[in-house]
């Protein structure tokens, strides 16, 4: 791949590079930022990130394997069973083995954990709002193509 001059101020290894220009540089702030108010805010209804992160996969996704639940919060399989696991513990999902593969555990949330849902969505809906306050929509759809765009462009390995 060829990297055009005007671009080569991107890219660390380059001596036009500069670190406030630098798109994952501010990526990481975001999410570091985001993450703090995000773990103060679930922290208030005693929960945690990686809760937060599998009950809101299962709600928008349904029943999943702890598999599909890895990939969805790009997370190894060995953390997610664990959490899966722990939060089974908690009463908030119940697991079952999938009715045509054995070998496939099935996680769904429990009315415990729909409520903790329920919860979390309100005590972090401020962040949500105050994060795309004076973004307009066009702005966020763009972001999120570029986004994605990135996304697959380091997921073709």
């Avoid at 670190?19 to 103060?40: D, H, N």
């Avoid at 349904?62 to 790009?74: L, P």
């Avoid at 908690?90 to 079952?96: C, K, M, Q, V, Y």
């Amino acid at each position: 791949m060829v990297i055009s001059k005007k671009m080569r101020r991107y890219i660390p290894s380059s001596e036009e590079f500069c670190y406030e220009e630098f798109p994952f540089y501010w990526l990481a702030r975001v999410q570091g930022i985001y993450t703090q108010q995000l773990e103060k805010a679930l922290k208030k209804i005693g929960t945690d990130i990686p809760t937060w992160r599998v009950l809101f996969i299962l709600k928008e996704q349904g029943k999943c394997s702890v598999s599909e639940i890895s990939v969805h919060a790009i997370t190894k399989l060995s953390t997610v069973t664990r959490i899966v696991y722990r939060m089974k513990a908690e009463g908030l999902i119940e697991t079952n083995t999938h009715a045509e593969d054995g070998r496939v555990t099935e996680v769904s949330v429990t009315e415990k954990g729909q409520n903790l849902l329920v919860q979390a969505q309100k005590c972090t809906e401020k962040i949500f709002a105050r994060s795309f306050d004076n973004v307009s929509e066009g702005q966020l759809l763009k972001l999120n193509q570029t986004l994605e765009q990135i996304f697959k462009n380091l997921a073709e390995d």
